[in-house]
Nanobody
């Protein structure tokens, strides 16, 4: 599967952005995740969503501000980001994993558990 992320940009602190990730391929039966990487820092987990959309998981740093969702008919996953902070500045990546039990294993936040990655979209939050 190929993933294409979009929707990044420059926003003031307190503002909102909605990231999109479009998937190509025959199937979209993956757990989907969003990660981010700030300059000089390691890639970190942001959010994940089960195939059905019934289960979601968030990093503590974004809980209550970000919402992950998906549209399986369109093979897309979204990240609605509200109340943005300067520390949210990073390149955001969408990712997909074939590991159907990832939520049960407790490893949704581990980058190496994901099999496919998009190219990233830059989010810059000014203070």
């Amino acid at each position: 599967v190929q993933l294409q992320a979009s929707g990044g940009g420059l926003v003031q602190a307190g503002g909102s952005l909605r990231l999109s990730c479009a998937a190509s391929g025959r199937t979209f039966s993956y757990i989907m995740g969003w990660f981010r990487q700030a300059p000089g820092k390691e890639r970190e987990f942001v959010a994940a969503i089960s195939w059905s959309g019934g289960r979601t998981y968030y990093a503590d740093s974004v809980k209550g501000r970000f919402t992950i969702s998906r549209d399986n008919a369109k093979k897309m996953v979204f990240l609605q980001m509200n109340s943005l902070k300067p520390e949210d500045t990073a390149v955001y990546y969408c990712a997909a994993t074939r590991k159907a039990d990832l939520f049960y294993s407790g490893s949704t936040y581990v980058p190496n558990e994901y099999d496919y990655w998009g190219q990233g979209t830059l989010v810059t939050v000014s203070s």
